[in-house]
């Protein structure tokens, strides 16, 4: 063969190598909860026998060596002649441990290194039974080995190893083996060596993912050159160049997202091992894993996300001894679980463990010597709570090699903040610990809302935005109150901090209390001086006030230069449509500068009626709240989660056109279809007034669409209990909001609809 194809044929055995041992490390694991499992025993054999095959035909005689003495104890498994016992899974997963060890090697210099790694051959015959294979004549068999993550292991409990349960979307029957097997081979999932599919290398990927990015910016200055022309070929030119952007921009992103399933990959790995080290009994369960991210994102939480596993395991989880005195049972349940929520993808690290006690955190930070005790006095449990994220905080009584030097929670935090994510923490002394780990779906383009300060136009990314508030002088004197220094706008039933971006930028503050000079007359105080956009960050809600809301944009994320990278008030810049620079804030240092923390809210009122103290989160029940935009289409109520909407629009009929069978709107240089609120909710509820549409702009991940509705009534905040309906699409049940029964709606489903026209209803149906 020539140079180039034997590059390409150790490229492929490199990639499908380290795609089988993914998967067998899955199946020891799973396979030790189920040691008469054929199926998977089968399935784990034939890759071992498939990796010793190709390490023979390309000339790596170690490695060989190593899958045949893998293989033949399988066999010996396969058969029956042994029983699968905890010291030979460890010995197998240290032999995949081993074999990725080589294939680096292989990898960096084209062969299989000098170590023919006798010690773990001679074990694997030991467990064999072939002593000769074990140990020549006059030496002494090897120790056994232990796992690699136990320095200090203790003793199995009784009953077997760890559990681990394995991932819940794993069909009944298919081992993970076989699921790896069939997406390598099956031309339907598009796996490695499929007919129609190639590999393509991860820059040249990340090289189309830039080069898109430019092209958006300059699609963004085309379209606003356009639309100061009255040239109508230019314009539409220029929309024809829109929708083709948007769609290679969707399909390049595409590229680069992939499954959260990979990060869950080690994680079974990861427990078993840690469990044995510390003596405890552990069901993993994992959810979500088809939730997909891009890439980078991916790169960037995968070290978070072991370290919250391991802790949770480590600190979280009781002994089997302290869970049966607690009244549990001895194993213990931690799950991983990640799922899509308002343009964001969320994942949590959930353990039914101890959990955190908030009088043991604030004794270890006094004792620490990291705040005072009368600072310790005055924090509430939930503010103590985030101690743990202070570098060198720790609560392991002891320093071993597993934790205790307390460098974990505080990176954990940093990473994840440095990608645009949050981290939220919420524990019940007794009941357990959860995790919540907030990741933006892409680095690259971000939907933004652009604000205006004096002459300047600074953005703020979307995934923090919950609600804009305008502000006349006289709007400002009812909703704008002053408590102990602190500025606070009142929320409908809650005040909430106001924070002054020009005071952030070290510009003059304002004081919309105070009237302007020249009110006298009539109708001055009627004019809008301000803006407020209600901003959430981790358990912070608070209000940036600016001049005003000028837009919303699609932007590409520029670092910033070394000179201002200290300005922890700006995550970036970017190029606008203009060509200008536009700087992109940063809400997390917002909140670091002005001095907030999640318990402002509550110090300084809270509730504006001071009759619930319980947070936004939840109500006395216990029920999620969830903030909602509510709408109307004649008699019918229905309400959707107002993170969703992007924008809301007045727009005449005679602005809504029929094409592809479906209704249109030719907005902002693009196409948006639509749907009617009156085809979705309650049979038969009229339209309301044609001439005076009603949009509600929504993004639901990577489409954009319209939903028309008769009127847009209010946003509230409720503790939303659903009742499901069938057979509804568009609306996911009923819910009581405000006392009335609501229709609730489903984003995804309507989504859908908008692309596929409304569930069978003529488009239109049912109008004058």
């Known amino acids: 063969m020539a ?41 784990i054999f034939r890759t071992m026998h498939s990796l010793k095959g190709s390490s023979g035909f390309l000339g790596f005689p170690h490695l060989e060596r190593l899958a045949h003495a893998a293989e033949s104890l399988l066999a010996e498994l396969r058969a029956g002649h042994l029983e699968l016992t905890p010291e030979i899974t460890t010995a197998l997963l240290r032999t995949v441990d081993v074999t990725r060890q080589v294939l680096d090697v292989v990898e960096r210099t084209g062969s299989d290194g000098d170590d023919d790694h006798t010690e773990l051959v001679a074990e694997l015959a030991r467990l064999r039974g072939d002593t000769q294979g074990a140990a020549g004549p ?9 796992p690699s993550a136990a320095p200090q292991a203790s003793a199995p409990p009784q009953g077997g190893p760890a559990p681990v349960s394995p991932p819940v979307e794993a069909p009944t029957g298919a081992t993970p083996v076989e699921r790896a097997e069939e997406s390598a081979g099956a031309p339907a999932t598009g796996g490695p060596g499929a007919p129609g599919t190639i590999r393509v290398d991860v820059g040249l990927v990340d090289r189309l993912m830039t080069l898109v990015g430019e092209l958006v910016l300059a699609r963004n200055q085309v379209l606003q050159c356009s639309a100061k022309q009255q040239d109508r070929t230019l314009q539409e030119t220029a929309q024809r160049l829109n929708l083709v952007t948007s769609e290679l921009q969707a399909a390049v992103t595409k590229t680069r997202m992939q499954p959260i399933g990979r990060l869950y990959a080690p994680l079974p790995r990861v427990v078993r091992d840690l469990g044995l080290a510390c003596g405890k009994r552990v069901e993993l369960v994992l959810e979500g894993a088809e939730t997909e991210l891009d890439r980078t994102i991916l790169e960037a939480v995968k070290d978070p996300l072991t370290h919250l596993v391991r802790n949770a395991v480590d600190h979280g989880l009781e002994s089997p001894e302290d869970r049966r ?27 039914d463990g101890a959990g955190i006690d908030p009088a043991a955190v604030r004794a270890r930070a006094q004792a620490a010597g990291l705040l005072s005790a009368e600072a310790l006095a005055k924090m ?18 002891t320093v071993t090699t597993i934790s205790g030097r307390g460098v974990g929670m505080d990176v954990v935090r940093s990473n994840v903040e440095r990608i645009g994510g949050t ?42 935005v919950l609600e804009l508030v305008q502000l006349d002088r006289a709007r400002a004197a009812e909703v704008l109150e002053r408590i102990d220094g602190v500025s606070l706008l009142r929320l409908r039933d809650r005040l909430v901090p106001l924070v002054d971006l020009a005071e952030v930028l070290g510009l003059p503050r304002r004081d919309l209390l105070r009237p302007a000079e020249g009110t006298g007359t009539e109708g001055t105080d009627s004019e809008e001086v301000a803006s407020v956009v209600v901003l959430q960050s981790e358990r912070v809600r608070f209000g940036l006030l600016v001049d005003d ?21 700006f995550g970036g810049v970017t190029i606008m449509g203009d060509g200008r620079l536009a700087l992109i804030l940063d809400v997390l240092g917002i909140v670091a500068r002005a001095g907030l923390s999640s318990g402002d809210e509550e110090r300084l009122g809270g509730r504006a009626d001071r009759q619930d103290e319980l947070g936004p989160e939840e109500d006395r029940s216990g029920v999620p709240r969830a903030t909602l935009l509510l709408l109307g289409a004649g008699t019918a109520r229905a309400a959707l989660p107002l993170q969703v909407v992007e924008r809301l629009e007045e727009l005449g009929e005679r602005a809504v056109e029929r094409a592809g069978g479906r209704e249109v709107l030719a907005y902002r240089g693009g196409i948006l279809p639509l749907v009617r609120l009156a085809d979705v909710v309650t049979a038969g509820a009229p339209h309301g007034d044609e001439t ?33 309906l069938e057979d509804r699409p568009g609306v996911a049940g009923l819910g009581l909001v405000g006392g009335e029964v609501t229709e609730i709606l489903d984003v995804a489903a309507l989504a859908h609809l908008a692309r596929q026209g409304t569930r069978g209803v003529p488009v239109g149906a049912g109008r004058p």
């Open 692 to 724: 005076d549409l009603r949009i509600v702009v929504i993004r639901h991940r990577d489409q954009r669409f319209g939903l028309v509705c008769g009127e847009i009534q209010d946003i509230v905040e409720e503790a939303l209990e659903l009742e499901p």
């Open 549 to 569: 809301v000028v837009d919303t944009t699609e932007i590409v994320v520029k670092p910033l230069g070394r000179q201002v990278q200290h300005l922890r008030v």
């Open 325 to 351: 005195a607690a009244g549990k049972p001895e194993v213990g349940q931690l799950r991983v679980r990640a799922f899509h929520e308002g343009g964001t993808v969320t994942v949590e690290v959930a353990d």
């Open 3 to 43: 140079e180039g194809e034997v590059d390409e044929v150790l490229a492929e055995f490199l990639a499908e190598s380290l795609e089988g041992l993914d998967a067998i490390e899955q199946a020891f694991v799973v396979l030790e909860q189920r040691p008469k499992d054929e199926a998977t025993l089968a399935a």
């Open 423 to 464: 981290v939220d923490l919420q524990s019940t002394p007794g009941l357990g610990t959860t995790v919540r780990v907030k990741l933006p779906l892409t680095l690259a383009i971000i939907p933004t809302l652009v604000v205006r300060l004096g002459q300047d136009r600074y953005l703020v990314p979307q995934v923090h």
């Open 138 to 146: 006059g030496q002494d068999p090897p120790p056994p080995l232990v």
């Open 380 to 397: 509430d449990d939930r503010q103590v709570l985030e101690l743990i994220f202070l570098p060198g905080f720790s609560t392991a009584a």
